[in-house]
């Protein structure tokens, strides 16, 4: 009686997700109706209320299909735009191994032979910097620069916090290009050069490293002689139909997630802002956008029939090239790290990302019956204030929530 029921609860589903479908965003959206909809949405509305999240959406993907989305809170709409941290690296490593692909730039190559000026670890002179060494968090440079605040923001948004939150931060008088940041700050004869930058041999072993995506971002710039604003949006963005998804929340004026951070017991609304961290974390997207960049990584590189990374590429920058143990991300334990992508154990894959009023998250997983996976994005962060109870309770929950209802689903109709 139990395999002829389950047969017949995969048939109403199967049933339901053909006759729900819409058109959403250049995706094909299919919104379940299943029996448990109602509890496990009440779960995401009592976690947000009991640890005040103004506003969340989530969305969970099964083979190339949007299985469910919702929005929840005070901006419940679907194409609410939230900044999505240092998800954002998963773009750059795309960009990077397209450029490979199409023999632009060799992953085991010296930087240097790319860049207008050296790059090298002063303690480490004679060894070579490579992609692979950035794009896996192996190149020896530390998490950020000392002055990495004033770099993320303009003066308007240093201006603000200033004002608003008791900071301190130093106004540019003369804000230096990328270029000029970079090489002024890794360079020992540099303007903002300070020796704490370098901590590591290179390629020997990990260190999350912001700027080392500031420095890949760079190098699809002058590999390609544009901006890596304009390049992703011409190879990634607009093959993916991700109009939704940019760098600048001007485009998006009356969409975007008001940031908000936990201070002094309630939360503190943030300006919303652009980062000039492009490389690493100045991204903002929606759930139907950032399902269409998850459905490429998910099947081969395809979406719609179109196809950006080959399989060859994909699988690439999934091999573990750093291995850990004791260590979480999100809720999940991180074993490993590949080219721009984190693994964790149980064969899930994924990233997360936090800057200032934001956090967000995906992770999908693939079986020999399919793929599946999940996408949280929230307007609380933790970056200016500390806030462990948003860290270390509520992010992981939300995301086993996400990810256990994702298998659920998943194991209904496969």
Do not use: C
């Not at 130093?170 to 004869?189: C, D, M, Q, V």
């Not at 999934?318 to 074993?335: D, M, P, R, V, Y």
């Amino acid at each position: 009686m139990k395999k002829v029921k389950m047969r017949y609860t995969r048939k109403i589903i199967i049933a339901l997700i053909i006759a729900s479908g819409v058109i959403f965003a250049g995706i094909t959206s299919y919104i379940i109706i299943f029996s448990t909809q109602k509890s496990f949405e009440s779960k995401i509305r009592k976690l947000i209320a009991k640890y005040k999240i103004p506003s969340l959406a989530a969305g969970i993907v099964i083979n190339n299909s949007l299985a469910w989305a919702n929005g929840f809170g005070d901006q419940p709409d679907l194409d609410t735009v939230y900044m999505i941290g240092s998800i954002t690296k998963t773009f750059t490593s795309t960009a990077l191994l397209q450029l490979n692909e199409n023999n632009k730039i060799g992953l085991d190559i010296d930087i240097n032979a790319y860049l207008p000026f050296n790059v090298r670890n002063p303690d480490y002179p004679n060894i070579s910097i490579t992609t692979r060494m950035l794009l896996s968090h192996r190149s020896g440079l530390a998490r950020d620069s000392l002055n990495f605040q004033i770099w993320y923001s303009d003066n308007e948004t240093i201006e603000w916090m200033n004002e608003n939150l008791g900071t301190h931060y130093k106004y540019w008088i003369h804000r230096p290009s990328l270029a000029e940041y970079l090489n002024g700050t890794l360079s020992p004869e540099g303007l903002y050069f300070n020796p704490g930058i370098w901590i590591l041999e290179p390629g020997t072993q990990f260190f999350y490293s912001n700027i080392g995506y500031e420095l890949l971002g760079y190098l699809v710039e002058q590999i390609t002689n544009k901006t890596i604003e304009d390049y992703v949006q011409e190879s990634i963005l607009d093959p993916l139909n991700m109009a939704s998804t940019g760098y600048d929340y001007l485009e998006f004026a009356g969409k975007n997630a008001i940031p908000y951070e936990w201070i002094n017991g309630e939360n503190t609304e943030f300006i919303i802002s652009n980062m000039y961290t492009t490389g690493g974390s100045a991204l903002r997207s929606t759930i139907p956008d950032m399902t269409n960049f998850m459905i490429a990584h998910m099947n081969l590189g395809m979406v719609n029939g179109t196809q950006i990374l080959n399989s060859g590429a994909l699988e690439l920058m999934l091999e573990k090239h750093s291995s850990f143990t004791n260590a979480t991300a999100g809720g999940f334990n991180l074993i490993g790290y590949g080219l721009g992508w984190m693994l964790y154990d149980d064969g899930l894959q994924g990233h997360d990302g936090a800057v200032i009023g934001y956090l967000a998250s995906l992770f999908f997983k693939k079986t020999e019956k399919g793929v599946f996976g999940g996408i949280v994005m929230f307007n609380r962060g933790f970056i200016h204030k500390s806030d462990d109870v948003l860290k270390n309770i509520f992010f992981p929950t939300i995301n086993k929530l996400i990810f256990e209802e994702a298998e659920h689903l998943f194991n209904l109709i496969s």
